[in-house]
């Protein structure tokens, strides 16, 4: 795995990794190493903090493998086996060295063949973490703008005092 990558995490991001890393204890492997560089090369952000073009869990991405695009994905918090074609899970080698990566950033890891594979992320479609903060900014900017403003009078209004000719005082006089 490359020691350029830089990961930047969510605290819930962190967690779902600490909880595969705890799950995954002492045993060798490349999975059990690229989720240890992982926690090793990270640094830790509120979900109001992360930046927008950073993949994190629920993200959808495109990225490239050795220069071919794939995707668009998303990546998710499920096991590997049996999800739609449009997911990636974060429990899978690709989903995982992915997970923390900005635009641009590159990451290698061992591929199925003993080869190493060239991850980039080429750009993220959608992040439920800036897609929150923009409906959150929506919001206060619709509260702070008042296109009607309201004013109360408090001033005495005037009546109008209406004689009528007719002497007949009504249902009310009975």
Same mark, same amino acid.
């Given at each position: 795995?490359? $020691? %350029? +990558?830089?990961?930047?995490?969510? @605290?819930?991001?962190?967690?779902?990794?600490?909880?595969?890393?705890? #799950?995954?204890?002492?045993? =060798?492997? =490349?999975?059990?190493?690229?989720?240890? &560089?992982?926690?090793?090369?990270?640094?830790?952000?509120?979900?109001?903090?992360? *930046?927008?073009? /950073?993949?994190?869990?629920?993200?959808?991405?495109?990225?490239?493998?050795?220069?071919?695009?794939?995707?668009?994905?998303?990546?998710?918090?499920? *096991?590997?086996?049996?999800? !739609?074609?449009? +997911?990636?899970?974060?429990?899978?080698?690709?989903?995982? @060295?992915?997970?923390?990566?900005?635009?641009?950033?590159?990451? &290698?890891?061992?591929?199925?063949?003993?080869?190493?594979? /060239?991850?980039?992320? %080429?750009?993220?479609?959608?992040? *439920? &973490?800036?897609?929150? #903060?923009?409906?959150?900014?929506? $919001?206060? @900017?619709?509260?702070?703008?008042?296109? @009607?403003?309201?004013?109360?009078?408090?001033? !005495? #209004?005037?009546?109008?005092?209406?004689?009528?000719?007719?002497?007949?005082?009504? =249902?009310?006089? +009975?």
């Amino acid at each position: 795995m490359s $020691r %350029e +990558a830089f990961y930047q995490l969510t @605290a819930e991001d962190a967690n779902v990794l600490m909880s595969m890393l705890e #799950r995954q204890g002492d045993r =060798p492997g =490349p999975f059990a190493a690229v989720l240890r &560089e992982k926690f090793n090369r990270s640094r830790v952000f509120s979900r109001e903090d992360i *930046p927008a073009n /950073v993949v994190t869990i629920d993200t959808e991405l495109v990225y490239t493998i050795n220069g071919v695009r794939a995707g668009p994905h998303v990546l998710v918090h499920k *096991p590997a086996g049996g999800l !739609p074609r449009l +997911a990636l899970s974060v429990c899978s080698m690709r989903g995982l @060295a992915l997970l923390g990566l900005a635009v641009g950033a590159k990451t &290698e890891i061992p591929g199925n063949d003993g080869e190493f594979e /060239v991850l980039t992320v %080429e750009s993220v479609v959608f992040q *439920p &973490e800036a897609e929150t #903060r923009l409906k959150e900014d929506g $919001r206060q @900017a619709a509260e702070l703008i008042d296109e @009607a403003p309201q004013v109360v009078d408090f001033r !005495p #209004r005037p009546r109008k005092i209406v004689i009528s000719d007719d002497d007949d005082p009504g =249902p009310s006089a +009975a």
